[in-house]
């Protein structure tokens, strides 16, 4: 089995800073891509910040020059530094990775539990 375990979210003001963090363990053969989804209330789950191997991190236009992903592939691991946050940026944010269990697997999609950051005004 796979485990994603995410920590660091909490209560911040506007203009303050959170870090998260994920933590991959379990049965993993190898990770694709790792990265930041976040839902709040009554809207759809959206990509905040992605981090492919091999590839360009990409993030949502929201989040740019604020929030910074970064990866340690060596521990399975992926943070997120969000800088200047804002009200809208209240959500759940869930951890997400794409794993391969055994060498040849396409790969499937796992979410952590998701982490609460709550933003006051």
């Known amino acids: 089995q796979v485990q994603l375990v995410e920590s660091g979210g909490g209560l911040v003001q506007a203009g303050g800073s959170l870090r998260l963090v994920c933590a991959a363990s379990g049965s993993i053969f190898s990770i694709g891509a790792m990265g930041w989804f976040r839902q709040a209330p009554g809207e759809q789950r959206e990509l905040a910040a992605i981090?492919?191997?091999?590839?360009?991190?990409t993030y949502a236009d929201s989040v740019k020059g604020r929030f910074t992903i970064s990866r340690d592939i060596a521990k399975n691991t992926v943070d997120l530094q969000m800088n200047s946050l804002k009200p809208e940026d209240a959500a759940i944010y869930y951890c997400?990775?794409?794993?391969?269990?055994?060498?040849?697997?396409?790969?499937?999609?796992?979410w952590g539990q998701g982490t609460q950051v709550t933003v006051s005004a």
């Open positions: 997400y990775g794409r794993i391969r269990q055994r060498a040849g697997d396409p790969g499937n999609a796992y």
């Open positions: 981090a492919p191997n091999h590839a360009t991190t």
